[in-house]
């Protein structure tokens, strides 16, 4: 739920897009594709609106990362091969769209026919169209299931832009995707099919929002994001957002209910012309503040791991892992104002690389309500964690982080602003809802592996008493560039 800070009207409403199209592009990470002189037109879009630097995709390989932007959910899908149990009768984008009396409908480059439900034809692959997993005939629809005329071929995709529905997704092909093809290929596409709607929305209330699947296992599965549109304030997003946080923003703009992880995660703020200006801090070891880290172990429950480079996290046995970020309020240049209105807070944690550090079962996070530190052991916290007791019981966040070296982010705007409002902070436990372990790069890793938060809040107001206590804003802005 997003905080009350917020919700009592510290921020205005999300802006209402009369059409809202997602470009989903495939297998290139942030770095590949911003600054890249083979993709001029991506990179004009990066300029000329919200070119986000910390978007993150959830897990490996394509298919999974479909059905999380599409329903918050994985829908238990590991690979790529045609989903079994389907049509889904789950929540997700397309249905909830249309029960709010909007409409939806997805494109797909080389779909050879209206409601087509096989695995491949030519260029198209049905892994990368998330919608058919829901596509039904069967009359009246199910709840949550989707008719066969919302999935179309992209030869479909308006030419008079007004006729577009509400909510739409664009899949190019495997080759203009960049999946098979080259960057400079799928530059050109985008180019050449999506430059008009990006024109004409700037005057028509309309939003482009172009993103990734995920990355080519170079960067964390870091992947490029950029939004456009009159809606959208120009320049450098800097705080951590994932595919779930752009379903839950589409949710929230037309006020439907929220589909999966969307629930658990907070929309995307601060690149809105309407939000007041934000700043981002980023807070790791070696950077912002003083980062404690650790995990107790009930087969050695006298042991302290403080200096533990692999932080583990199992049922069976019972290993508990902690963390805290130190020193996030205060007047200094690194640290943000005490009561600040917090607009997003992402806990990122990176997988370790080897064989079994990823988990098959989920992670959840838990805000601890006791302190400790990193000499505590499993024995000092009274035989483990106990929700309820040691940790709140209420999930800060859910992950199931089935891919080595891959980030995985916990969206805790919610507990930071409690911390903001004066909550203490002891930070929060990681903790095995199964007997598959999951093992984490601790804040003794080289930096770039390291765990770290990032928050976002508002900018006090000149005069404000925040303003007061002398913390440094700094603002990130690019100048508009015209597309050549």
């Known amino acids: 739920m997003f905080p009350a800070a917020l919700a009592s009207g510290a921020l205005p409403p999300l802006p209402v897009p009369d059409h809202v199209v997602i470009v989903?592009?495939?297998?290139?990470?942030?770095?590949?594709i911003i600054g890249n002189?083979?993709?001029?037109?991506?990179?004009?879009?990066?300029?000329?609106?919200?070119?986000?630097?910390?978007?993150?995709?959830?897990?490996?390989?394509?298919q999974p990362n479909y059905l999380q932007l599409f329903s918050g959910s994985a829908q238990g899908v590991t690979d790529d091969s045609v989903p079994t149990g389907t049509p889904y009768s789950t929540a997700n984008l397309g249905a909830e769209i249309r029960a709010a009396g909007k409409t939806f409908i997805g494109y797909s480059e080389?779909?050879?026919?209206?409601?087509?439900?096989?695995?491949?034809?030519?260029?198209?692959?049905?892994?990368?169209?998330?919608?058919?997993?829901w596509q039904s005939a069967t009359t009246p629809l199910p709840a949550n299931q989707l008719p066969t005329s919302v999935n179309q071929p992209f030869t479909a995709f308006p030419s008079n832009f007004s006729l577009l529905p509400t909510v739409s997704f664009v899949v190019p092909n495997l080759q203009d995707d960049m999946h098979d093809g080259t960057i400079a290929q799928g530059d050109t596409w985008l180019n050449n099919n999506i430059s008009a709607y990006a024109t004409w929305a700037q005057t028509h209330n309309s939003l482009l929002i172009v993103t990734w699947d995920e990355d080519d296992h170079g960067q964390l599965n870091k992947i490029p994001a950029f939004f456009d549109g009159p809606m959208v304030r120009q320049g450098a997003v800097a705080q951590t957002y994932t595919l779930q946080n752009l379903l839950r923003t589409v949710e929230d703009m037309y006020g439907t209910t929220h589909a999966g992880n969307a629930a658990n995660v907070n929309p995307i703020r601060g690149i809105w012309t309407t939000d007041p200006l934000v700043a981002t801090k980023t807070f790791?070891?070696?950077?912002?503040?003083?980062?404690?880290?650790?995990?107790?172990?009930?087969?050695?429950?006298?042991?302290?791991?403080?200096?533990?480079?692999?932080?583990?996290?199992?049922?069976?046995?019972?290993?508990?892992?902690?963390?805290?970020?130190?020193?996030?309020?205060?007047?200094?240049?690194?640290?943000?104002?005490?009561?600040?209105?917090?607009?997003?807070?992402?806990?990122?944690?990176?997988?370790?690389?080897?064989?079994?550090?990823?988990?098959?079962?989920?992670?959840?996070?838990?805000?601890?309500?006791?302190?400790?530190?990193?000499?505590?052991?499993?024995?000092?916290?009274?035989?483990?964690?106990?929700?309820?007791?040691?940790?709140?019981?209420?999930?800060?966040?859910?992950?199931?982080?089935?891919?080595?070296?891959?980030?995985?982010?916990?969206?805790?705007t919610s507990t930071v602003q409690l911390w903001a409002n004066g909550t203490s902070n002891f930070g929060w436990a990681l903790m095995p809802t199964g007997s598959d372990g999951w093992r984490w790069n601790s804040s003794e890793t080289a930096q770039s592996l390291r765990p770290s938060l990032t928050i976002t809040y508002v900018v006090p107001e000149p005069g404000s008493a925040l303003v007061a206590t002398g913390a440094m804003i700094v603002l990130s802005r690019r100048s508009r560039k015209n597309n050549s």
């Open 24 to 32: 989903i592009e495939e297998n290139h990470s942030e770095q590949n």
């Open 284 to 412: 790791q070891r070696g950077t912002n503040g003083t980062v404690q880290d650790t995990y107790i172990d009930a087969t050695n429950p006298s042991t302290s791991f403080a200096t533990t480079t692999s932080i583990g996290v199992d049922g069976s046995p019972v290993n508990q892992g902690l963390i805290r970020f130190d020193n996030l309020f205060g007047v200094s240049a690194g640290q943000i104002p005490a009561g600040a209105t917090i607009t997003g807070a992402t806990l990122t944690i990176i997988t370790g690389p080897g064989t079994n550090d990823l988990s098959t079962n989920n992670v959840e996070l838990h805000r601890m309500l006791t302190n400790w530190s990193e000499s505590s052991t499993y024995n000092s916290l009274t035989g483990g964690i106990t929700l309820g007791t040691d940790a709140a019981t209420t999930v800060d966040g859910t992950a199931l982080p089935n891919a080595l070296s891959i980030a995985t982010d916990f969206d805790v």
């Open 110 to 133: 080389d779909l050879p026919s209206v409601g087509f439900n096989g695995a491949t034809s030519g260029n198209y692959a049905r892994k990368h169209n998330p919608w058919a997993d």
């Open 37 to 62: 002189a083979s993709a001029p037109y991506m990179n004009f879009l990066a300029n000329s609106g919200a070119d986000f630097t910390n978007f993150y995709a959830i897990t490996h390989p394509s």
